[in-house]
């Protein structure tokens, strides 16, 4: 297992190391604020918009409001079991963009709640999935860009999101 381990963070550290090469001004702009979109408060006011242009269905809202509890709930106990560093805690090379908000990297919660999001609002405006997986997509981007998290703590990310999905379906179709 640790030679499995020690095969990631070298592929990791590369995909990363690529990935910052890229960093210009307006680029770093532009990731910053996909970054900040995804920190939670657009999801709110996107829904509030939604219910406010033409109103939201109990059954959707129950189904968000449990996914992302679950996103939220399996996200705390995963990073905290796992603690691993930031990368640029762990690699002088890499220089951080933005303020994380905690200490540990693994899995990315920027990316789980976006993934979250997309799916949530796909269901509402399913012709504009295209769009909300891009937006997932740029926002877990934009954390490796930003040189907060590692390309693994984004795919573990998108897989919490879409596990947290598929609870929240099954807890809704069991009662």
Known sequence: MSEFLN????WDDRLILSIISFRSRNLTFFMKIMSSAGDGYIYVL?????YMLQGISIDWLAFTVLAFAFELGF???????????????????????VIPPDQFSFPSGHTAAA???????????????????????????????LGVHYPTDIAAGLILGLASCGFSYLSMTAF
């Open 115 to 145: 993934t979250v999001s997309a799916v949530a609002f796909s269901l509402i405006f399913p012709a504009l999935i295209p769009v909300f997986i891009l937006f997932a997509f740029l926002v877990g981007t934009s954390r490796v860009y």
């Open 7 to 10: 095969r990631m963070q070298t």
């Open 75 to 97: 996200y705390k106990l995963i990073k905290s079991g796992t603690s691993r560093p930031r990368p640029y805690q762990a690699n002088p090379g890499i220089i951080n963009l």
């Open 46 to 50: 996107a829904a509030l918009a939604i």
